[in-house]
């Protein structure tokens, strides 16, 4: 049973436009989302986070929108660059924090000049 | 070294084999973690390490799999009788500890294990 949707699988994006990625939950005990970026041949490496306090976060070009009733979360980067093309994890924990992290299945994204 | 290490970055073994795939964390961090990612697919977790002792290993597929941190710094996860099913790329991440919670993962760039 796959606990964190995600959507789409790839996506593809003009330089300077948005790029947005769904991710939906069903366990309503999850309380941290973060988001991992990652580069082939590389380790993931954490984005941006949120908790379900707050409907939105904003850091940069990157704002994660959370729906708590709708158990849905996003995130939107901003005048997408090249330097964005990556594959970006959505994910989702019990307790706050990164003890036990239920991963997405990724989204890759690519970024055209 | 200022980051997650694993050695070796890649192992490739026969069928049957035993493994061990090695995770040096990040110097003052008590939290380690082990994850498998198969082609396509997001990190799964494995186990978490609070120091010395697993906090959870639940995500550890069969009896096949063991993970020891004896000094509650550098851990070792072991593979016994490999099967072709266990090729991925196995990640190592820690964290330090914040107030109740865990912070960020820091991962390393993974031990990529093929078992023809």
């Known amino acids: 049973q796959q606990q964190v949707k995600q959507s789409p699988q790839s996506l593809i994006v003009q330089k300077g436009g948005i790029s947005i990625i769904n991710c939906a939950y069903e366990n309503t005990a999850f309380d941290y989302f973060p988001w991992y970026q990652q580069f082939p041949g590389k380790g993931p490496a954490l984005l941006i986070a949120i908790r379900p306090d707050v409907s939105e976060k904003k850091e940069g070009r990157f704002t994660i929108s959370f729906n708590k009733s709708a158990k849905q979360f996003s995130l939107h980067i901003m005048d997408s660059q090249p330097g964005d093309s990556a594959t970006y994890f959505c994910a989702a924990s019990i307790g706050g924090g990164s003890e036990k992290l239920v991963f997405g299945k990724g989204t890759k994204l690519t970024v055209n000049p | 070294g200022a980051g997650v290490s694993q050695t070796p970055s890649n192992k490739v073994t026969e069928k049957g084999k035993y493994v061990e795939l090695r995770c040096d964390p990040i110097s003052g961090h008590t939290a380690l973690y082990w994850y498998r990612q198969s082609l396509g697919q997001g990190p799964e977790f494995l186990i978490y390490f609070q120091g010395t002792g697993a906090a959870d290993d639940s995500g550890l597929p069969n009896d096949r799999f063991f993970a020891v941190r004896p000094e509650g710094s550098v851990s070792t996860l072991k593979i016994q009788r490999t099967e072709r099913g266990d090729s991925a790329v196995y990640l190592c991440?820690?964290?330090?500890?914040?107030?109740?919670?865990?912070?960020?993962?820091?991962f390393g760039e993974g031990s990529r294990l093929t078992v023809l």
């Open positions: 991440a820690s964290s330090s500890i914040a107030g109740a919670n865990t912070g960020e993962l820091f």
